[in-house]
């Protein structure tokens, strides 16, 4: 088990906009209702490289500096793990349009966009981070496999590491063979001891026995975290939000699971 303190939440989806508005709906305080979800250009990049982001870049940089800027840590100088069940379905869904006709010329934009870990070199390109970075992919347990990474190098390295996670819809006919329902992304920024930003505490273990998530109270909540690999968060988000001691499950390989307990920390 590795006990951590969360400092700072970043979250984008629709009608979920920024981890403070969504509080009253991972609460139960107010319906959810999706909405058209914006995603604007990351301003900490340069003109030319916000040209080429592509929507995974945008959802991952807004969610982790969001994070960031909760915990009051400086980006450049921490750690962090991204994790993604496809990556960027519209750049390969272009790519593989091309590499359909005769001329078989994919565009250097496509092709750089095109790798899994885009988003965490347009990170470290914005935030002039040199710190260490992972990108994962675990299928429909990316997030639950990122969170098990972020908290192991926190642990071990006794250092601050961030960890965002994201998944969008794939263009069909890829969706019609690996459907995601929505765009989501969440970042977490977990540290191994407490701070002033800190919110709660989490133990994570990891147990290898099959046991069922824990589910969302409100169906369209929860028909979004069955959905998206990134979404599988919101329980976590939603304990988190509540502030009350809790206990969540999350699925993981082989049918494994993540037990995070959520402790508040005294005002």
């Known amino acids: 088990m590795t006990r951590l303190y969360v400092e700072g939440i970043g979250l984008r989806a629709p009608g979920l ?22 995603l604007p250009p990351s301003t ?41 069940s496809g990556g960027d379905g519209e750049t390969i869904d272009a790519i593989l349009e091309t590499l359909s006709t005769t001329t078989l010329e994919v565009s250097p934009t496509r092709f750089h966009n ?41 642990a071990f390295d006794d250092q601050p590491v961030g960890l965002i996670a994201y998944d969008l819809p794939y263009p069909e006919p890829l969706n019609s063979k690996r459907a995601v329902h ?35 109270d409100d169906p369209h909540l929860e028909a979004l975290r069955a959905g998206n690999p990134a979404a599988r968060s919101l329980a976590l988000l939603a304990a988190l939000a509540r502030s009350d001691a809790a206990e969540v499950v999350l699925e993981d390989f082989g049918g494994n699971t993540v037990t995070v307990a959520v402790a508040p920390l005294a005002a």
């Not at 906009?17 to 914006?38: D, N």
């Not at 040209?51 to 962090?80: C, H, I, N, Y």
């Not at 040199?130 to 496999?145: M, N, Q, V, Y």
């Open 114 to 154: 095109s790798v899994h870990n885009a988003p965490s070199g347009y990170w470290s390109i914005a935030t002039k981070s040199r710190a260490p970075t992972t990108s994962l992919c675990g299928h429909d347990w990316s997030f639950a496999a990122g969170l098990l990474d972020a908290a192991a190098q926190s």
């Open 44 to 84: 900490l990049l340069p003109a030319n490289e916000r040209r080429r982001m592509v929507t995974t870049v945008k959802l991952a940089l807004l969610v982790g500096s969001e994070a960031f800027a909760q915990a009051k840590r400086d980006p450049s100088e921490t750690a962090t793990v991204f994790t993604s």
């Open 182 to 216: 929505a765009t989501f992304g969440v970042a977490l920024v977990l540290a191994p001891t407490p701070s002033p930003t800190s919110c709660a505490a989490i133990t994570i273990a990891l147990d290898h026995k099959p046991a069922r998530p824990t589910p969302m």
């Open 17 to 38: 906009e920024g981890w403070s508005a969504s509080l009253p709906v991972l609460r139960g305080e107010q319906a959810y209702a999706a909405a058209p979800l914006s």
